[in-house]
Nanobody, 124 residues
């Protein structure tokens, strides 16, 4: 499966952005689709994930209540709605696919496919 992320940009603190991750190929019911981010000089950080079959959603504590992940099974697209953005949210955001849920969604190593990333910059 190939993943294409889009929707990043420059926004002021308190603003909103919606990222989209379009998947080519089949997304099976066992898949977990996730978003991670990496800021300059920092390690990659889990942001959010959704289990495709159950539509169960998971969030990092740092984004709970501000970000919302959703999926559109008809178009094989995963969205990340980001509200109340803060300068600390500045990073490159990557979408990723884990082909088989293994009991956790938080580790980067479990995701086999990655998109190219989209830059999100939040100014203060």
């Amino acid at each position: 499966v190939q993943l294409q992320a889009s929707g990043g940009g420059l926004v002021q603190a308190g603003g909103s952005l919606r990222l989209a991750c379009s998947a080519s190929g089949t997304i099976y019911s066992s898949y977990v689709m996730g978003w991670s981010r990496q800021a300059p000089g920092k390690e990659r950080e889990f942001v959010a994930a959704v289990r495709w079959r159950l539509n169960s959603k998971y969030y990092a504590d740092s984004v709970k209540g501000r970000f919302a992940i959703s999926r559109d099974a008809a178009t094989n697209t995963v969205y990340l709605q980001m509200n109340s953005l803060e300068p600390e949210d500045t990073a490159i955001y990557h979408c990723a696919a884990d082909t088989a849920y293994s009991g956790s969604v938080y580790g980067s190593d479990q995701y086999e496919y990655w998109g190219q990333g989209t830059q999100v910059t939040v100014s203060s």
